[in-house]
């Protein structure tokens, strides 16, 4: 009924077909992509996934009146003209990423990988394809054509999916990414050679023929790099910024780039090489390729290229693999792929004097084959050399080998060793060294996290240690990419307005900014490679009715390995006076050791509010508390006022005392206060109301989570919620 309805509804226009088409396509492949971020997987795993479901191996399969009413067989024409147009303009942003600076730096170590990363597979494909040709191929295909392809399409590395993997990872600048994306790089373009001689050698029926493509491309390159190249860099020094980037250039661009497909196209290399080949000449100085990138990308990445996927799709037949035979093929060749890509790339590294572990890293990263392989055989089933059953079967292997490549490089590379290479890696500071982490992530928390470290280390200053790390969002945007691999701004230049507040309160402070894809687990990383004694976190007002300590600031209280305090800022100038409501918890006493540094380095004065449901004889404060406090301050304790209050509610009593005190002539100017239910202070993701003290407290306050390895240790493994739970201290 429902295929029948939507047939008749749009069989009647080209048009209203096609966009109904693209509506699906595009908001199929948006939410399955919500998806595969969420599990930490490249976009293009969902798009792929997206032309499967669309194709006859799913909705074809399950409902296939629906899909012939959707996608009929007249209609694919088009589609697939506007997929080969996303095609050309999605290489010639992979071109564009290309920056053969990045090639020449890490050329010697990275021209062995990647050639044993081409020359094995390579190999290995088109011996395979001897065994496989009687099976998977037809007489009509000469056996030279379909072993030229295999290899091929087993010896391509997707470099712009592995970009987005690594900068995921927030591996791009760290040594084995940096030698891996250089690896895909060169990879990418010898491979682009490669198929244009095969594409032509495909096309032609004899040696003489294919001489004439053969010495037409070698023209051609010679023309664009001695000709074109220098308009090029013309182009760029107008075009350098968005200003300059106007339409009358934009459409030079795109004549350019449709002239060199064409071109491409007639000698028989294909229209892609000339797209890619434009990209990789155009000139990435002065921000010219990031600015182009971003006027391009969303039309051509989020418009084109899914309509190529489900157009790939649509040609997948897993149903094709209907024999247990043609699954153990798929089997050895997704094990061959593997076994090729990864053993020649990871022994290669090895030989160029990685090690183990780093070797094994650039193998995995090198094995991600994702979008360029379909290229690859969308091209060989184009021209008749594949057939669509050993179509389906590389796209499964494609796709496996994707999928897998963010998993196994989390477990090769774990997230520990990036941190360390992020961070820096530093002398051994002395024991005595007081270290503060601070996170900076909206400007006006800024002044007063330094108005606070400031007072933490004001009489040890040459024995602190403050770091300011900033973490970037991390995005899938070519421009973006290419603004972060290519250094456009340095950590101090980042950081430079917290550098210079830092400055006027006489505090020297080391920046770190790189791309995270877990703001809350790097954050932890870092705390940990530093050896930070405190993480400071400034507190901003959340979204609608999201509780207060929830989201990134929530995860980083359950899983930092430091103390981690989070400051509400209500005007905080100097801290002269200091509350510390306690009622005998973990973080409580944690508030204690902060209250006691503030006492020694900047002469606060520290009241003790002990919040007991009853009441002491006397009025004095009992023995348990008088020899925690002890404990805590040492023989500083005569210098601590200590207050009682009886109350069911610590909250409440906590609440009362701070009022009490905001008429009077020297009011408190921080409250230092243990997070738990104990002050109305959990993290949780939703809440009805915030956080009762966050929201009626009138002055500055500091929520601090205490670290205590053997108190959280074990328990934090078994239990995210753990390190926050109100662990009592028993008297001492």
């Known amino acids: 009924m429902l295929a029948t309805a939507v047939q008749s509804l749009l069989g009647h226009s080209q048009l209203a077909l096609f966009i109904a088409q693209a509506v699906i396509i595009i908001a199929l492949a948006r939410a399955l992509g919500l998806l595969v971020r969420y599990i930490g997987l490249p976009m293009v795993i969902a798009e792929i996934l997206t032309g499967i479901v669309l194709g006859p191996s799913l909705l074809g399969w399950l409902w296939p009146q629906l899909t012939a009413a959707l996608f009929p ?20 942003l992979v071109g564009l990423e290309l920056d053969m600076k990045m090639v020449r730096k890490h050329g010697r170590a990275s021209l062995l990988i990647s050639i044993a990363g081409i020359a094995v597979p390579f190999t290995i494909g088109g011996g395979t394809a001897t065994l496989l040709y009687e099976t998977l191929s037809s007489p009509a295909v000469r056996p030279l054509s379909f072993a030229l392809f295999l290899g091929t399409a087993l010896s391509i590395t997707a470099f712009p999916v592995l970009a987005r993997i690594l900068s995921a990872a927030r591996m791009l600048h760290s040594k084995v990414g940096t030698v891996a994306l250089t690896c895909a790089a060169i990879n ?32 051609y390159v010679a023309v664009m790099w001695f000709v074109v190249r220098p308009l090029l860099r013309r182009l760029g020094q107008r075009g350098s910024n968005r200003e300059g980037l106007s339409q009358n250039l934009v459409a030079a661009v795109f004549l350019l780039l449709f002239l060199s497909s064409f071109t491409t196209e007639l000698i028989g290399i294909h229209a892609l090489f000339g797209a890619f080949l434009l990209g990789v000449l155009m000139p990435k100085e002065s921000g010219f390729a990031a600015t182009l990138a971003d006027r391009l990308e969303d039309f051509a990445v989020v418009f084109l290229l899914p309509l190529f996927f489900a157009y790939s799709g649509l040609r997948t037949q897993v149903g094709l ?13 997704l094990s061959l792929a593997v076994i090729g890509k990864f053993g020649a790339c990871a022994v290669a590294a090895r030989l160029s004097g990685m090690s183990w572990r780093e070797s094994a890293a650039v193998g995995v990263m090198m094995n ?24 389906t079967i590389m796209v499964l292997v494609a796709l496996v080998s994707t999928v897998s490549t963010t998993p196994l490089l989390r477990l090769i590379y774990p997230d520990r060793l990036v941190a360390a290479e992020l961070a820096a890696a530093e002398p051994p500071r002395a024991l005595d060294t007081f270290c503060l982490l601070l996170c900076v992530s909206y400007p006006a928390t800024v002044p007063g996290m330094l108005r606070l470290t400031a ?60 791309v995270s894809s877990h703001l809350a687990r790097d954050i932890a990383n870092v705390s940990e490679v530093k050896g930070a004694d405190l993480v400071l976190l400034g507190w901003h007002r959340p979204l609608l009715n999201r509780a207060a300590l929830s989201g990134t600031v929530g995860e980083v209280l359950q899983e930092a390995r430091a103390d981690v305090g989070v400051l509400v800022d209500r005007g905080l100038d100097a801290i002269r006076r200091v509350l510390v409501p306690f009622h005998h918890t973990t973080h409580d006493r944690a508030a204690l050791k902060l209250a006691h540094r503030l006492l020694e380095q900047a002469e606060a004065s520290i009241t003790v509010l002990h919040v007991v449901e009853e009441p002491a004889p006397g009025g004095q404060a009992p023995p348990d508390i008088e020899a925690q406090l002890r404990e805590v301050f040492g023989d500083d304790f005569g210098r601590v006022t200590v207050k009682q209050a009886t109350s069911t509610e610590p909250a409440e009593a906590a609440l009362f005392e701070i009022r009490s005190q905001i008429n009077l002539s020297a009011p ?25 003290l966050i929201r009626e407290c009138p002055t500055s306050l500091l929520i601090l989570r205490g670290y205590d390895p053997t108190v959280h240790g074990e328990r934090a493994k078994a239990s995210s919620k753990s390190a926050l739970s109100p662990e009592r201290v028993s008297p001492s």
Not at 73 to 92: D, E, H, P, R, T
Not at 321 to 333: E, H, I, R, V, Y
Not at 464 to 486: H, N, T
């Open 455 to 514: 007072a933490l280390t004001r009489r040890t200053r040459e024995r602190s240690r403050i770091y300011a790390l900033k973490l970037q969002r991390v995005s899938e945007r070519s421009s973006f990419y290419l603004s972060d691999a290519q250094g456009s701004q340095s950590a101090a230049q980042v950081l430079g307005p917290v550098q210079s507040l830092a400055e006027e309160s006489q505090l020297q402070v080391r920046p770190i900014v790189f």
């Open 321 to 333: 693999l209907s024999q247990a035979n043609l699954w153990l093929l798929f089997g050895l060749l």
């Open 368 to 391: 991600t084959q994702g979008l360029m392989e379909l290229v690859v055989l969308n091209i060989g089933l184009d021209l008749g050399v594949i057939s669509p059953t050993m179509f």
């Open 73 to 92: 067989k007249s209609s694919l024409g088009l589609l697939q003209i506007f997929a080969q147009i996303g095609l050309v303009l999605f290489m010639f």
């Open 188 to 219: 990418d373009v010898l491979a682009w050679c490669l198929l244009a001689f095969v594409v032509a050698s495909t096309k032609s029926h004899s040696l003489a023929e294919s001489i004439r493509p053969t010495v037409l491309t070698i023209v």
């Open 668 to 692: 408190y100017d921080l409250v230092i206060v243990g997070v738990g239910r104990d002050w109305g202070l959990e993290a949780r993701q939703f809440g009805i109301q915030q956080e009762f």
